[in-house]
Every structure is written in C-alpha cells, then in structure tokens.
C-alpha cells in the first residue's frame, strides 16, 4: 500500500468516527453514571455523571441528572436545571462545571516547550437560555495559567454543535512554550475543562480566546450570561471530545465496558451499574465469614484506581454507611477500612464478630480528581 493511501485510509477511518485513542475526555458520551441518575442537587462534588463535577456556589440552586435528549437521538446527555435563582451575583459567588485530565495522559501535548501541542474541544449544547457562555481550560503545574473561550447558545432549547481551538500561544503568550508550562508526569490534574454557568465578577477577567497567568480570576469574559438568574433556565451537555490538531473529528463512541472501565480507575462500586450506593439491596454484596472470632477480609478492586482511594461501606439491608451486616444475626455493626492501597483495602468489623456468622458489605471507592 502506497503512503498516500494508507493516509487517505486513515482520514476516511476518522471522518467515520474511526481512529480509536483520539478522545482525552472520559465519558464524554455521558454513558456512565455510577452514583445517581435521577436529578440531585448541585454540591461541589461528583454526584450523578462519572467524570463531571458539578459546583455550586450560589444564593440559587439547580440540579444535575440523566436525560435521553441528545443531538443524535440516542445515549445520555447531562441535563442541568435551576430550582431556585439567583437574580443577582455576589462576587465570590459562582456555579459551574468541570472534567479534570489526569496528567500522565496529557504528556502527548508537550505543553513547556516550543513543540507545544494545539488541541480542539468540540461538544453539543442545549439550554433554554440564549446568549454567551464561556468555557476555561486551567493548568495548575508549575507556572499556573488558564485558557478563556467565549461561546453563544443562538436558539433557545435547540443542540448546537460548539467546537474551540486551544492553541499553546492563544493571545500572544508564551504561558505554555515555556518552561513554566509544563504538565507533571504523574497522576494529579493536568488539565482542568470548565463549563461556566454564572460568575461574579471576581471570576470574569478573561479574554477570549486568550491564555492568562491568574487562575481564579479568568475562568469568564464579562459578557457570560447568568443562567442561574431563572427556574426556566436548563442546559444540556452531550458528546464532549478534546483531541489533537485544529480540527474537530467526528465523535469517538466507545463500548460502554470501556468506558467504564476507564471511570472505574477514579470510582467504582459494588452496586449494579443502575443501582445508587446507600440503596438497600443485596444484588452485588460481597459476603464472607467470620473466623477466630474477627471480621477481616482483603477487598479487591475491579481496576486499579488512579491512587489510594477514600472507601465507603454500606449495609445491603439498611443502606447505613460506615457499617457491616451480619447477616446470620440480622444485625448491622460499625465497621472501618485499613491498608487502603491502589489495588485493594482492608474491610474490619470495629468489635469482634462471632465466628462462623456469614456477613456482607456493599462499597464505594472514590479516587477522583
């Protein structure tokens, strides 16, 4: 095969969605949702989509949950609603959301150094709400700095496809060329992708399309709308992709076993996929016995997690946490997690079970970003 055709093969393989390995996001197709489904309230955390935070920092309040709108008619998209509004902003007061990058998976883009990398961020929205909205991309590493793109929701309640070029020199810098804009190679952030929803005025000194050494004070132009301002207001995300080059490609669409293997390296439960942790059911438990008159028991996890996770143990038949069910009692008990490790931890009863009893726990392991 001639090189010329083995390229031309390749960009057909793209623009039909071929070319696997080109998305950094994780989840992008909103496929996954370890913890919750239903809508549940903004709280600085991650609590319904794997890999998306949602942050709230308002007078108002709106919630996260799954929806099956999306621009292609098929899958998830994350759908945000307000429940209560705030009219009127403080100026430490904001709501948004974010996926972070692991570090080591950005290394490709040779950020601190003249062969630094352009990338593209492309996704669809959807809200209510009409105007411009801004997106930040923020690099903590070594010399902080952060990336401001403005965007505009033209029609009311109608997906638009958005796509943002980041180029390493965005608004004349040498922010990322340089040394100082190097990403570590290890397991903490890399980058940080921001969806702004509102910002007080503490938050809106950036400038499109320009990258800036602040980190806090940058992540919007004045000229974002405040979304919080109305309980009409809803927005929806969907097919969110980061990638190499100048151009948007079609979406990568991964297996649902891979992507949730990739979401299981930063969460992963007990539970079945559609089952929320805290639920009372037994499907999934673990269970073993009691021996030498102790509960202890090595608990293996699924995939290897990003670093020693926080773990989480729930009773199957009352959804208590931080408690163990002696099923052959009937009864729940404190229980605690030592040696917590990247592959495994520690589960033991905090006093003495009786031997031969069989017991059971659910669990979460939580090593987000």
């Known amino acids: 095969m001639s090189r010329a055709r083995e ?15 080109r998305n950094l996001i994780i989840n992008g197709a909103m496929q996954v949702w370890q913890r ?15 890999r998306f935070r949602i942050n709230n920092s308002t007078d ?7 929806s099956t709108d999306t621009p292609s008619g098929t899958g998830y998209s994350l759908k945000l609603q307000v429940t209560t509004a705030d009219t009127s902003m403080s100026a430490a007061q904001n709501a948004y ?11 490709h883009l040779n950020y601190g150094t003249s062969d630094a990398k352009t990338v593209t961020l492309s996704f669809w929205v959807k809200s ?10 923020l690099k903590q590493d070594n010399t902080g700095c952060m990336f401001t793109h403005e965007y505009t929701v033209s029609s009311a309640n109608t997906w638009e496809k958005k796509t943002i070029t980041i180029t390493p020199t965005a608004g004349g810098t040498s922010l990322i060329t340089s040394a100082g804009g190097a990403i570590d190679n290890d397991n903490g952030t890399g980058l940080r992708l921001v969806w702004g929803l509102a910002w007080g005025s503490n938050f809106t000194n950036g400038t499109n399309n320009s990258w800036a050494s602040t980190t806090s004070a940058n992540y919007s132009t004045t000229n974002a709308v ?40 930063y969460y992963e439960k007990s539970y079945s996929d559609s089952t929320a942790p805290g639920t009372i059911t037994i499907t999934g438990v673990i269970r073993f016995r009691a021996a030498s008159n102790g509960v202890e028991f ?6 290897k997690k990003r670093s020693a996770p926080t773990v989480t143990l729930y009773s199957y ?3 208590a946490s931080g408690n163990i069910r002696d099923i052959s009692a009937g009864l729940d008990g404190a229980a605690a997690v030592a040696s917590i490790g990247e592959i495994w931890c520690f589960p033991t009863k905090n006093t003495l079970g009786t031997d031969g009893n069989q017991y059971a726990i659910h669990f979460t392991a939580d090593a987000e970003l």
Request: glycine share 8%; net charge negative.
């Open 226 to 265: 405040n979304w919080m301002d109305s309980t009409s207001n809803n927005f929806y995300l969907a097919d969110v992709q980061l990638e190499l080059g100048d151009t948007a490609t079609p979406f990568e669409h991964r297996s649902y076993g891979d992507e949730l293997a990739r979401c299981q390296r």
């Open 317 to 319: 038949a009352t959804g």
């Open 60 to 66: 108002g309040a709106y919630t996260s949950e799954q």
């Open 7 to 21: 390229f031309a093969d390749l960009a057909g393989s793209a623009d039909a969605g071929g070319l696997t390995g």
């Open 298 to 303: 090595p608990l293996s996890f699924l995939v």
């Open 97 to 107: 959301l974010f996926h972070a990058i692991e570090a080591q998976n950005l290394q």
């Open 36 to 50: 919750q489904t239903a809508a549940t309230a903004a709280a600085n955390t991650y609590n319904t989509v794997d």
């Open 128 to 137: 209510s709400k009409t105007g411009t909205y801004a997106v930040a991309v």
